[in-house]
């Protein structure tokens, strides 16, 4: 079977790779303590499990609008406000199954062969795996643990060129949990503006945040046009399986995805935006409880890193991650993957499965509990000594 050359710059997020590696390993019998996956391991929130409910029995398991149902389109442009300060109008608003399609129409809205688009790298592999797909070129920029995983100003600026059609922001980040300061995403939107550069805000972590603010450049001013921002209900709502995400941008832009949805999902599904609607307007008492929890997680897992032989772990501040730097044990990134997987019964990732700047570090979810946490760190000190 002969394949489009396209399908050779398409790549993969890993994390599901190594799931697939791990669970056929625990089919032998082996007993697996999962660390790789960016997956809340709590429920979704009752209230927003019974307005599914009742949206099924309602009949609400028809096509909607491709851009989505107005009532959720309306409370996201609701959201936005509460939270940013600045509001859109609805037709600036297109809901999708899963916040990366936003990412993927997006870019294949934009870039043509050649155009650039700038990056945070080590960054979630689906950007550069998008941009490389539709003939763009990346340009990673890089995040230095020196500077709590932010970028250095002056190279970003250096890295800005007449050929630059798109930059990317991720803030908290996946996968370091590095969250910019104000101070960084106002250098951002000074180049984008000065270029007229539009900026991709990925925003999905904007609610788990340990210490400092989330800053979001679609509330500077003067960038709510040249912005889009990408959010969705996944992370904060624990609802991964339920496909929901979204964007708000120019409305141009907007009508050109709302295309792409046509072309590709038909629509996201009714039920689950219905759904949507009670994730946003009800109560956040559990989604506060999972924050502080991860909070506790985060401060378990950073202490118990930090006292491996070996391993260095600086302590993030957003999202559910921690990126370990790991150049003194005597194994990349990738072998080290390998080697926790086979021999410690352990599923991380390596670094290097964020772009090459993650080379030297591994990354930790602890999106599970300080019991299996604690287990699966006894497990890895202890096949770190047989190194």
Not at 54 to 81: E, K, N
Not at 362 to 368: D, K, M, T
């Amino acid at each position: 079977m002969k394949f489009a050359n396209r399908m050779e710059r398409l790549g993969t997020e890993t994390a599901f790779e190594v799931m697939a590696k791990a669970k056929a390993l625990e089919a032998q019998g082996k007993d697996m303590i999962y660390l790789q996956i960016g997956e809340p391991d709590f429920p979704t929130p009752k209230h927003i499990i019974e307005a599914g409910v009742a949206a099924l029995r309602d009949g609400q398991t028809h096509y909607s609008a491709a851009a989505g149902i107005m009532p959720l389109r309306q409370a996201i442009t609701d959201d936005v406000y509460a939270r940013r300060g600045v509001r859109p109008e609805v037709a600036e608003v297109v809901v999708t199954p899963g916040a990366k399609p936003i990412m993927y129409f997006v870019i294949t809205a934009l870039i043509e062969q050649g155009d650039e688009v700038i990056y945070p790298n080590p960054g979630f592999p689906i950007y550069e795996s998008a941009i490389k797909f539709v003939g763009g070129t990346p340009v990673p920029l890089p995040l230095l643990e020196e500077k709590d995983f932010r970028f250095d100003p002056d190279e970003f600026r250096s890295l800005v060129t007449d050929k630059t059609k798109l930059i990317i922001v991720n803030t908290p980040a996946n996968p370091t949990g590095g969250n910019l300061t104000r101070s960084d995403i106002e250098v951002i939107a000074e180049v984008a503006q000065e270029r007229n550069i539009l900026v991709l805000s990925d925003e999905v972590y904007k609610n788990i945040i340990y210490e400092g603010e989330h800053v979001s450049l679609y509330a500077l001013p003067g960038m709510r046009k040249q912005t889009i921002l990408l959010d969705g209900f996944s992370k904060t709502y624990a609802m991964t399986g339920w496909r929901l995400g979204w964007g708000c941008m120019p409305v141009e832009l907007a009508q050109r995805v709302e295309k792409l949805m046509i072309n590709s999902n038909s629509c996201t599904a009714t039920f689950s935006q219905h759904a949507a609607i009670q994730a946003l307007k009800g109560p956040t008492d559990e989604v506060d409880a999972m924050v502080e929890t991860f909070r506790e997680r985060r401060d378990f897992i950073v202490a118990a890193l930090n006292k491996i032989p070996g391993i260095s772990c600086i302590t993030p501040k957003g999202a559910f991650y921690v990126f370990p730097n790991v150049k003194e044990v005597p194994l990349s990134s990738q072998e080290l993957e390998d080697y926790l997987l086979n021999e410690a019964g352990v599923a991380i990732l390596s670094g290097t499965a964020f772009g090459k700047y993650g080379a030297g570090y591994i990354r930790f979810s602890y999106a599970n509990s300080i019991e299996n946490i604690q287990i699966g760190l006894d497990r890895i000190q202890e096949a770190l000594a047989k190194l």
